[in-house]
């Protein structure tokens, strides 16, 4: 993989010329080289890593299992389309699965609303023969960084030369 | 009662590491920003992990064979072949060992007899000199500069060697300068070697860890070299395996099986759930260690690119996970720098006095640590010098 993206998908908020210095490359090559990435759409934008467990009343989230009958034409991309516009789903996903096709990620204040979400605007979508919701309890791991904490201490090496 | 009457005479000769009072303010202190710890911060890969689990779940809890597992040293054989192109009989020429300091030290008895001169490089890792010593030897320490890039060089090596001389300690890369031989600085050693006919522990548990273009060379690989060389190595820095101590050291027979014997009666054998788990890295581990030292490069390049900016004048190291700043632009000694630094801004790092009187003036900073926590850490250390005002 590319040592760019790799460190910027470590850390969004290195500098251009931290970037520059890791790597042993000008800081202009490694600005033009994260423009490039910006217009070809390979990076799509920074945001911050929360773990939404830790903060009171942020709601609930829930992982939804689509089964869709593809289109003719455009295949499952239509029906993604659909679910995707909706702005408390957060990730849409094509899955290679023998259950299911799409799995999107939703966002809702409370379990209700999800459920009610699913069953007024996926199921009652033409395409969308089946529906599974998956609560999500506890967030572990996300973007690469373990949530959880379990006591454990991160710096645990003793003194030794 | 006075027991000093009843303790060996070296052991009680034998100074205790400088660096422990400096480490015990460190562990008493809160919200250290520790660059001091000579071991990898990453965990084992799980793979190899799981390898042990499984060992363990099979009841494979028995001693090994003395000299380890033929599997396990059929795969060292494999590896070093394949990693640094020098051929080891797994029958006869490799030992394996609990971590590569028994190596050493099994090496060093091995080889001194009472009075035998043992060359020490300094910069360098502790336990050469306190080792020669309970040994017998003498050891004559060579005192390697920053402006040859901390390598050792035949002139150098040439001006220790006395009618006594036996051994070469040939630590490269090196702990704590990050010093690396190439292939050219070593046939000039080698020359020297072969001239006097000396024996050489090119200790190489760091051989993995070289950033650049060319990698580590073996001296075990220089022409005429691989029958008066032991080389020692291990798991622990190139597989993140340190606490499963396990090493090997690999040399010509008529020594591997003297050094046999004294670790058949010291140790018996190396720990065999680690053993079970390092014939699983040497099988599969290659791209961990790639991962490893790709990571190692990118902080590298942060921590030598920050020292620079901040006037410390800092050699750029091609080996290990050390950066060796001089801190003389301060005024101050080595550990009146370190000890200065860790009150004030609570960053840890180790007087270059710890690796042998000539690191006077240095001091190590390791880089085995998360990119954030560097970045961290040069933040205080630049306010350190701007408050002082160095």
């Not at chain 1, 029906?79 to 699965?97: D, H, R």
């Not at chain 2, 050699?315 to 009146?336: D, H, L, N, R």
């Not at chain 2, 190590?364 to 933040?379: D, F, G, K, T, W």
Request: hydrophobic share 35%; charged share 25%; proline share 4%.
């Amino acid at each position: 993989m590319d040592k760019l993206l790799e460190l910027l998908n470590q850390n969004a908020e290195f500098t251009i010329e931290q970037l520059a210095v890791m790597l042993g490359e000008s800081e202009k090559d490694v600005k033009s080289q994260i423009e490039e990435y910006k217009k070809k759409g390979i990076i799509k934008g920074t945001k911050t890593l929360i773990n939404w467990d830790k903060v009171p009343k942020s709601g609930v989230r829930a992982i939804i299992e689509l089964k869709v009958t593809p289109k003719p034409e455009t295949g499952f991309d239509d029906i993604a389309k659909i679910v995707m516009s909706y702005e408390n789903v957060e990730n849409v996903y094509l899955a290679a699965s023998s259950r299911y096709d799409l799995i999107a990620l939703v966002n809702g204040n409370t379990i209700q609303e999800i459920a009610e979400f699913v069953s007024k605007r996926l199921s009652t979508l033409d395409s969308v023969i089946g529906t599974a919701t998956n609560f999500v309890l506890t967030t572990y791991k996300q973007g690469g960084k373990i949530f959880l904490d379990d006591g454990e201490e991160d710096e645990q090496r003793s003194m030794v030369l | 009662m006075d027991y000093s009457k009843i303790l060996n005479n070296k052991i009680q000769g034998l100074k205790p590491s400088g660096i422990r009072r400096f480490f015990d303010i460190a562990n008493e202190m809160d919200h250290v920003i520790s660059l001091s710890i000579g071991e990898p911060d990453f965990t084992t890969p799980w793979h190899v992990r799981q390898e042990g689990i499984e060992s363990l779940r099979r009841g494979k809890t028995w001693y090994s064979p003395n000299k380890g597992f033929v599997e396990l040293r059929g795969q060292i054989s494999n590896y070093f072949a394949r990693r640094f192109d020098v051929e080891y009989s797994p029958d006869t020429e490799i030992l394996v060992t609990v971590g590569g300091s028994e190596a050493i030290d099994l090496c060093i008895r091995t080889i001194i007899d009472n009075g035998d001169e043992v060359l020490v490089p300094q910069p360098s890792f502790v336990c050469y000199e306190p080792m020669t010593i309970m040994a017998g030897g003498n050891p004559v320490i060579i005192r390697t500069r920053s402006e040859n890039g901390f390598r050792l060089t035949a002139q150098e090596l040439e001006e220790a060697i006395t009618p006594k001389t036996k051994l070469l300690i040939l630590p490269f890369p090196n702990n704590p300068t990050g010093a690396v031989m190439r292939k050219e600085h070593l046939e000039e050693i080698a020359k020297v070697i072969e001239k006097h006919n000396l024996i050489v522990l090119s200790d190489e548990i760091y051989g993995e860890l070289t950033y650049g273009k060319e990698r580590h060379v073996s001296f075990a690989s220089i022409k005429g070299m691989r029958e008066r060389t032991v080389v020692v190595s291990g798991f622990s820095k190139s597989y993140a395996m340190t606490g499963w101590r396990l090493g090997y050291a690999l040399g010509p027979e008529p020594i591997i099986s003297q050094m046999t014997k004294l670790h058949q009666y010291a140790i018996m054998s190396a720990p065999t759930t680690a053993q079970y788990a390092a014939i699983e890295a040497l099988k599969h581990g290659d791209s961990d260690i790639e991962r490893m030292r790709e990571e190692y490069d990118i902080r590298r390049r942060l921590i030598v690119d920050g020292f620079c900016k901040m006037g410390l004048q800092c050699f750029e190291p091609e080996g290990a996970f050390y950066v060796f700043p001089s801190i003389k632009i301060s005024g101050m000694t080595s550990e009146q720098f370190c000890e200065e630094l860790i009150y004030a801004q609570h960053v840890a790092i180790v007087p270059g006095t710890a690796f042998g009187e000539c690191g006077e003036g240095f001091a190590r900073v390791s880089y085995s640590y998360s990119l954030n926590h560097i970045q961290e850490a040069l933040i205080r250390i630049q306010r350190f010098l701007e408050e002082k005002k160095y």
